[in-house]
């Protein structure tokens, strides 16, 4: 109705989930500061901040603080003892970053864009069950494990039949996260 009378609606809300459906631009405020405004499809797929991708997506993003190493595939994230293979796509930022001495970076990566596998498949790294969730919705599950002093996710079908503590093949998806400076 406010359309066609051509007047402009600004609505609060702290669920991002309702703003994504309601909105046709979204400001993104935290602690008085503008985060990003654009339109809902954009603020979920090309977050201009880590904070943002963390609050826009359910499950939450990923998000992983680790040092940017060289691996005989290309760059790659080091977390602890764990070496994630950058997405095609991340290479060149991760190439800047260590070329201007940045070694330190934050990934984000949507769990949707995380394949967990039994079956080893090229780039994918072993990793042991943490938890396993079934996901809202949907034929898959949510597999939850340890990295970094945190929790990183991904989906499964629901038919691999998982068990907690199973080492599985974790992936990411072609042309999918993001590289960030830790805000928070």
Not at 78 to 92: G, K, M, N, R
Not at 134 to 148: I, M, T
């Amino acid at each position: 109705m406010a359309k066609s009378r051509g007047a402009t609606n600004v609505y609060v809300t702290h669920d991002c989930r309702e703003a994504l459906g309601l909105s046709e631009r979204i400001l993104v405020l935290n602690e008085g500061r503008v985060l990003q405004i654009d339109k809902p499809r954009t603020i979920y797929h090309q977050p201009a901040t880590d904070h943002v991708g963390h609050l826009f997506g359910d499950p939450a993003m990923n998000l992983v603080d680790g040092q940017i190493v060289k691996t005989d595939n290309g760059l790659g994230l080091a977390v602890d003892h764990i070496q994630f293979l950058l997405p095609e796509h991340l290479q060149s930022s991760a190439a800047q970053r260590l070329s201007a001495g940045q070694t330190q970076c934050r990934l984000g990566i949507r769990p949707s864009e995380v394949k967990v596998s039994t079956q080893q498949v090229k780039h994918a790294i072993s990793m042991p069950i943490y938890t396993i969730e079934h996901a809202p919705d949907s034929e898959k599950l949510v597999v939850y494990f340890e990295v970094g002093g945190g929790f990183f996710g991904g989906f499964a079908d629901a038919e691999e039949h998982l068990t907690v503590q199973q080492a599985v093949w974790v992936q990411f998806k072609p042309n999918s996260g993001h590289l960030f400076d830790a805000s928070f």
